[in-house]
């Protein structure tokens, strides 16, 4: 039977998805964003029109067999008032967002929250999409057969018994680098600044006895990989949150150092860096 | 005997300095900016042109009896190599910037920093005078001089005993609402967000504890105090180091954070918040 596939989000995450599954033509793929629009991608410099135009949530009351959420984490709020429209009892929902804790707020049943490898920078009316093309969700009935539903596309859906370990994992790197780019509004090059990778430090390790309370299972190997992944990065590459900054717009900060922050409150645990951290990322946000 | 007056830096400080003095015309003053350009004031509403243009100082060669130094605090480095060629060993510098700790990069005696109270805003070609027209120095036969120099002007000179006093407090009040705003990107109304307020608050007491293990004798009625000052602000009111922020420009954090920092390093004081503040606003810096 002829799967009914929603994307809600034609940025980078959204375009790039609907282009990895959109050479499966027994999959009916809508895609929805704020306006009508075309969807274009560049891909080792080369421009490609998807044969899609984006629809409005508003004005659709078709039932989805899968919904992939890939706005930015903030906007849920404004999403949720139509996900009843839009699903029918097996309808499983996959949230494709930076952070965690969203499935919390919607309360449709079979709703994961995905760790996302996809990479690109959506440029005025273009899509440039980088690489990867991996969701990792957690060991259940309902993602096992959204795996079979998307097993003859190019989408990667990746089922791991550790998924939680992912999801923090993927928390922590963030956490650190979003901060301390979006902070000091430099690029990764900001780490190699003595006093900033001190504060680094700290943080990851105060996130780290987040995540162990949480029942995680991370240690001081775990601080050495990440900054690993930061030793990679080029010295002028930004990340989402410092892109935000940049063009004073609103963050996500809420779903990374908000999520964190909360688990802290929750244990009661003492975390002075990522109170500051939280503090003025929260400032930031405020009447913005 | 016609004194010879510097002005050096023509922006907000430096240009309403001129207006105040110019009325004197016993006084000979050359002002001194990066270009030739004139000087235009706009004062209730009213411009006026003042009949001077800058000069610029490699070109100058002329000793001087008084120089008020007005330009940006990190400027100094640049300005320094020339002042051997403008001065004669009676000469008395008067540094008009924000922060403290720039009489010890300048080698020439005589050379004091006043407290600055004087406010107006550069805007593009015209420097718009808000209000106050006083400057705070020390007690000593020097700055008694220079009073005197000044009686007949607008410029208020005022020598006070309390001087460091004077000094540290606007240190304590420039470090609490510039990192705040700065650091988060908004104006005053940033103080509403309660998690900011708690960390602006732990600021001001360990800048308080930096201070009196200076000497100074400052106490729980001194944030009040500075509280309340800040609570007058507007909204909307942003901070030296906010539009520089905002201009993607260079601060002054090492002569204000960077220098309460250096003093908590000498007495080998705990201040965890000014420690992460100072890292931020360095990384800020970095390359920029």
């Keep these: 039977m002829m799967k ?3 994307i809600i989000g034609a940025g980078a995450v959204g375009s790039i998805l609907l282009h990895l599954i959109s050479n499966d033509k027994s999959l009916n793929i809508d895609i929805f964003a704020t306006n009508n629009r075309d969807i274009n991608l560049q891909i080792d410099n080369k421009k490609i029109s998807l044969p899609y135009k984006t629809q409005m949530l508003k004005e659709s009351s078709k039932k989805y067999d899968v919904i992939f959420i890939t706005t930015k984490a903030y906007t849920l709020k404004d999403i949720i008032p139509y ?5 029918h009892p097996e309808t499983t929902i996959i ?6 804790s969203q499935t919390e707020r919607i309360t449709h049943p079979n709703t994961f929250h995905a760790v996302v490898y996809i990479s690109g920078q959506k ?3 273009i899509v440039i999409y980088f690489r990867d093309n991996q969701l990792v969700l957690p060991n259940n009935a309902h993602t096992k057969k959204l795996q079979s539903i998307f097993l003859n596309t ?6 791991s018994d550790d998924y939680l370990q992912q999801i923090w994992f993927k928390l922590l790197v963030n956490l650190g680098i979003n901060s301390m780019t979006a902070l000091t509004k430099n690029t990764a090059q900001v780490l190699k600044v003595e006093e900033v990778n001190q504060v680094l430090n700290q943080l ?3 996130g780290i006895k987040v995540a162990n309370k949480d029942g995680l299972t991370f240690n001081d190997d775990t601080i050495d990989e990440i900054l690993n992944i ?3 990065y080029p010295d002028h590459m930004g990340t989402s949150m410092y892109y935000d900054v940049q063009e004073n717009a609103l963050t996500e900060f809420e779903f990374i150092q908000g999520y964190i922050y909360t688990r802290a409150r929750h244990h009661q645990l003492n975390t002075p860096i990522l109170d500051i951290v939280y503090a003025l990322l929260k400032g930031y946000q405020y009447n913005r």
């Excluded at 996900?83 to 699903?87: A, F, Q, S």
């Design 204 to 206: 990851l390790k105060e």
């Design 154 to 159: 190019d989408l990667d859906i990746t089922i």
């Design 95 to 100: 949230i494709c967002q930076n952070g965690y």
């Design 83 to 87: 996900i009843d429209n839009i699903t």
């Design 123 to 125: 440029k005025d009316d």
């Design 4 to 6: 009914n596939i929603a």
């Design 230 to 232: 930061y030793n990679g």
